[in-house]
C-alpha cells in the first residue's frame, strides 16, 4: 500500500499517457474538423470581427486548422513535441484573446487544453507513439 503513495511509483503511466494524449487529440479533431464547414468558418469569421481581430478570416482558418492538423498529430504522436504548440497557442488565444482570461470560470476548457500541451511538450508522447517509433532508441 505504501508504494500506490509514493510519488516515485507509476502506475500504468505509458498506457495512461498515451489514452489521455489519444483522447486530447481527438478533442482537437473534433473541434478543427469545423475547418470543413464553410458557414460555421463565415460564423467565426464574424466572431473575430466583432472582437476586433486583424485578419479575422485567417485567423479563424489557422485556428480551426491548428486544432485539425495538430489533433490529428496528438493522437498518433507524431512529432508531439512540436505539434502540441500550435494546440497551446489557440487556446491562450481563445483564453485571453476571444475569452476574457477568466481560467478559473468560463476559460476553463480551453486553459486546460493549454496544460495538457504542456504535460506532452515536458514529458513526450510516451512509449506508445509514432515518434516512439520513429526516433526511439533501438
Given at each position: 500500500m505504501n508504494s500506490f503513495f509514493s510519488p516515485s511509483v507509476k502506475i500504468w503511466y505509458e498506457p495512461g499517457m498515451t489514452l489521455i494524449r489519444i483522447i486530447t487529440g481527438l478533442f482537437m479533431v473534433y473541434h478543427g474538423v469545423e475547418v470543413f464547414d464553410a458557414k460555421q468558418m463565415q460564423e467565426y469569421t464574424k466572431w473575430l470581427t466583432d472582437l476586433k481581430f486583424p485578419s479575422p478570416a485567417i485567423m479563424a482558418y489557422l485556428g480551426k486548422t491548428a486544432e485539425f492538423i495538430g489533433g490529428c498529430c496528438i493522437t498518433l504522436g507524431l512529432f508531439t513535441r512540436v505539434t502540441v504548440w500550435p494546440m497551446i497557442l489557440t487556446m491562450l488565444g481563445v483564453c485571453f484573446g476571444m475569452g476574457k482570461g477568466k481560467i478559473f470560470y468560463e476559460d476553463q476548457h480551453p486553459f486546460m487544453f493549454v496544460l495538457?500541451?504542456?504535460?506532452?511538450?515536458?514529458?513526450g508522447p510516451g512509449r506508445y507513439s509514432v515518434d516512439q517509433a520513429l526516433f526511439g532508441r533501438k
Open positions: 495538457i500541451g504542456l504535460i506532452f511538450f515536458f514529458n
